[in-house]
């Protein structure tokens, strides 16, 4: 190849002889950034899924104030496969996953996985009580307080959903709506560790 033909390719790639123009450098980390956040999303709910090694932290010992006015201590749980789910009334995704939740808790509750709900909202109890009693849940919900967020880092975005194994660790933490067939899978897989059937 020619010396003024390589010469004339290279201009036509670049044409000012300046490098790559900043609208290529500005793309590349917006679709950067579209990536991370993708990982960020998505990658707990896939590792749920697919049982990829997780943290394994102990949970910590929070108790929560139920809404039928009794108690509920976390580590009281120990032995169980436990749902924690940071959830609102005003929340669509919180609304959308509940279902789901509820069925899963009355299939697989005999062999040892329980669901607690953390309601978020500001709002009076008879509010939260009357919006589970339309859709029929029945699992134990706990009002969230300051220590019990401030113990599970910050709830940051709502829903939030903490599984925590048969010897209290904490193996996956899924910000946003969790899929039913990935809380299936992790939770039978979960239960098939602890000797569950």
Not at 37 to 48: C, D, E, I, S, Y
Not at 128 to 155: E, N, Q
């Amino acid at each position: 190849m020619s010396r003024m033909r390589r010469e004339r390719q290279a201009e036509r790639r670049d044409p000012a002889g300046k490098g790559r123009p900043w609208w290529r450098t500005l793309e590349l980390a917006l679709w950067l950034g579209v990536a991370a956040l993708f990982v960020w999303r998505f990658a707990p709910q896939v590792g749920a899924a697919l049982g990829w090694p997780s943290r394994g932290v102990a949970a910590p010992a929070v108790t929560l104030r139920l809404l039928d006015g009794g108690t509920l201590q976390l580590d009281a749980l120990e032995g169980n496969v436990v749902l924690l789910n940071f959830w609102a009334t005003w929340c669509p995704p919180c609304r959308a996953e509940m279902p789901a939740f509820q069925e899963l808790y009355d299939e697989r509750r005999a062999a040892g996985f329980t669901v607690v709900g953390v309601a978020m909202d500001d709002g009076p109890r008879e509010r939260v009580d009357a919006f589970l009693g339309d859709r029929a849940i029945s699992y134990p919900v706990g009002f969230a307080t300051p220590a019990a967020i401030a113990a599970f880092g910050g709830v940051t975005s709502l829903p939030t959903s903490v599984l925590i194994d048969r010897r209290g660790r904490i193996r996956y933490t899924v910000r946003g709506y969790f899929a039913e067939t990935t809380l299936r899978a992790a939770v039978n897989r979960l239960l098939a560790e602890g000797g569950g059937t």
